[in-house]
């Protein structure tokens, strides 16, 4: 079991709560993104493409709690950008730990090591850092288009493992993405110790500047199926494993787009973690006057047609864990096999 | 995106062949700082990063080249946009990598082909 059992039951006993309050459209994971400035410039990538005087801007601490109040959902992630350049992002996690609000800081990792002798952060059960490792060193250093950064993100993982810090990965695949490579990778992580792997297909981006690499649909279903056929009992997933499921193609889910609503310098993104349409200036707008219905696989949005991001898929899936017996028997059945 | 794909440069006339509403989706979608020049003859320059026309009164959103804003800007006070600043979409840093990568990999294969030592500071 790859999720600590307190942050299960909250994320859990939020969801029913919505459910009783009839509530049909709730978020999940706050993406809150306090900057887009960062020290790489990955080839999937299309979040960091600004000009100069955007890249320096940042959230307030005060403009993140705001948002994360007016939004409500149990977890926090704070990608970005690199959260580590963020000047505030100690009393940031500080704030939300606070809060009790489950922190994913998702990094590359390159200024981890030199963070954490700083004493930047304080190990909680609430916070995780969620390292950017989208397989082992070839595969992640051609990645993010650098060399030498997957031994750099072990070390910082190995640093903040030995301060008793939680850590997790995230790893984004593409296409030419090996299946007995990501094995092998799992195993590694498994063996550096990390409480559990985040992974996903990556979004084709229309300003990442790797235009070829993206994973169609049933590419993806490929892809997941031979990697997470016969999982190996040790590995552990730190998401839903009926998400993991609609990856390998066993399930059909829609996408929830505002389920990870995304919060940045422009306001709250619309629709998604991965489109930009345009931005609402509070959570309710968001809510209230974004067009839900232009987008998903249903919708014939083309945009949306090969997407099986977890922003838009994992909300479904936990949503779908909490909608019947059938869903949460599955879920249960899964976490407890280890079997997808 | 290619940088064959880049609107950087562009200063389109609006008209019935580009109406406005064209123009600043666009704008919106650009990756560069712009040029607005308004009704009155003023300009702002800046990062337009969003735009609403499903409102009483469509309007675009800016910040200006210091990153101060959000500046309002009602669709009727605009009279030309030009796209002024670089596309920082334009792909240049991975088509970088890829060449520093190919040419590491064919300086490998020379060194090998020849038995020579690995060279240093190169």
């Known amino acids: ?340 | 995106m290619t940088d064959g794909a880049t609107l950087e440069g562009w200063a389109p006339e609006i008209g019935p062949a580009t109406p406005l509403e064209e123009i600043v989706d666009k704008a919106f979608d650009y990756r560069g700082n712009i040029t607005v020049v308004k009704t009155d003859g003023s300009e702002t320059v800046g990062y337009l990063f969003n735009r609403n026309r499903d409102v009483p009164v469509p309007f675009v959103q800016m910040f200006d080249l210091t990153g101060a804003g959000p500046y309002t800007i009602p669709y009727g006070e605009i009279r030309a946009i030009r796209f002024t600043g670089r596309d920082t979409a334009a792909g240049n840093s991975y088509a970088a990598w890829l060449r520093a990568k190919e040419a590491a990999k064919a300086a490998t294969h020379s060194e090998k082909d020849s038995g020579g030592a690995p060279s240093r500071g190169a």
């Not at chain 1, 959260?83 to 990792?109: H, Q, S």
């Open chain 1, 1 to 340: 079991m790859s999720v600590p059992v307190s942050q299960m039951w909250a994320v859990a006993s939020y969801v029913i709560r919505q459910k009783l309050a009839g509530r049909k459209q709730y978020p999940l994971v706050l993406m809150l993104e306090p900057l887009f400035r960062c020290n790489l410039a990955c080839a999937g990538c299309g979040k960091i493409q600004y000009p100069a005087q955007i890249l320096r801007k940042h959230l307030t601490v005060e403009q993140c709690l705001a948002a994360v109040e007016e939004c409500g959902a149990p977890v926090v992630s704070i990608p970005g950008g690199e959260p580590l350049m963020y000047p505030d992002i100690g009393p940031l996690v500080e704030a939300l730990v606070a809060r009790r609000k489950y922190v994913y800081l998702c990094t590359n990792a390159i200024l981890l090591k030199e963070k954490l002798e700083a004493g930047l952060f304080a190990p909680s059960k609430y916070f995780s850092f969620s390292v950017h490792l989208d397989g082992l060193r070839d595969e992640h250093d051609e990645a993010v288009c650098r060399d030498g950064v997957y031994v750099q993100a072990v070390e910082g993982i190995k640093e903040a493992l030995r301060r008793g810090f939680r850590v997790t990965t995230n790893s984004t695949l593409f296409d030419g993405a090996s299946p007995l490579r990501m094995r092998e990778f799992f195993d590694a992580m498994m063996d550096l110790g990390v409480e559990g792997m985040m992974i996903s297909p990556g979004y084709s981006y229309s300003k990442a500047p790797d235009q070829e690499h993206f994973l169609r649909t049933q590419r993806a279903h490929d892809l997941f199926s031979t990697m997470l056929s016969n999982p190996e009992k040790r590995w552990r997933f730190n998401q839903s494993p009926l998400f993991l499921q609609f990856l390998m193609g066993k399930r059909e889910f829609e996408c929830t787009p505002w389920g990870n609503p995304t919060y940045n310098v422009f306001g709250w993104q619309r629709p998604c973690y991965l489109l930009q349409e345009g931005y609402a200036a509070t959570f309710k707008e968001l809510l209230e006057t974004t067009r839900w219905e232009n987008y998903g696989r249903r919708s014939g949005n083309e945009k949306c047609r090969d997407c099986m991001v977890h922003c838009g898929y994992e909300p479904t899936a936990v949503n779908h864990t909490f909608a019947s017996w059938r869903g949460f028997r599955d879920t249960v059945h899964a976490t407890v096999t280890g079997r997808f």
